[in-house]
């Protein structure tokens, strides 16, 4: 048998999905919940590596494959203390390795996530 265990934060994100998507039916609660565990796994595996992620850009509609990560090796340099926490406005960050330019900051909103490599 398998279970899904989630955990409080896990559950959190559920229910923004869930909001922000206007779930009503038991399989889009489903859905839900499945996307805040992929965007649990997501951050926990940019914590130590660069990760291939497909998510849908809100401003175009369009879909977005990236490469982010948020290991401290490779972002801490970047971090200056004066941004707020993704939590707080329900996005997730991460740095662009892809990006040009200078601040490679990026996020996108926890519906939005389509597809973890």
Same mark, same amino acid.
């Given at each position: ?5 989630? %955990? ?10 869930? #909001?922000? #998507?206007? *779930?009503? #039916? ?5 859905? /839900? ?6 965007? /649990? ?6 914590? #130590? ?7 849908? !850009?809100?401003? %175009?509609? $369009?879909?977005?494959? *990236? ?5 401290? &090796? ?12 993704? $939590?707080?406005?329900? %996005? ?14 990026? &996020? ?6 389509? !597809?973890?490599?």
């Amino acid at each position: 048998m398998n279970a899904l265990v989630i %955990t409080p934060k896990e559950a959190q994100r559920a229910l923004v999905i869930a #909001t922000r #998507t206007n *779930a009503n #039916t038991p399989a889009e609660f489903l859905v /839900a919940g499945a996307k805040a565990a992929m965007v /649990a796994e997501l951050k926990k595996r940019m914590q #130590t590596s660069v990760v291939e992620f497909y998510f849908v !850009k809100k401003s %175009t509609g $369009e879909l977005r494959r *990236a490469f982010g990560t948020t290991m401290s &090796s490779l972002v801490s340099r970047h971090i200056n203390g004066r941004g707020i926490d993704r $939590e707080s406005v329900n %996005t997730v960050a991460f740095w662009d390795t892809e990006a040009q330019g200078e601040n490679k900051w990026r &996020s996108f909103r926890y519906e939005t996530l389509v !597809k973890v490599c």
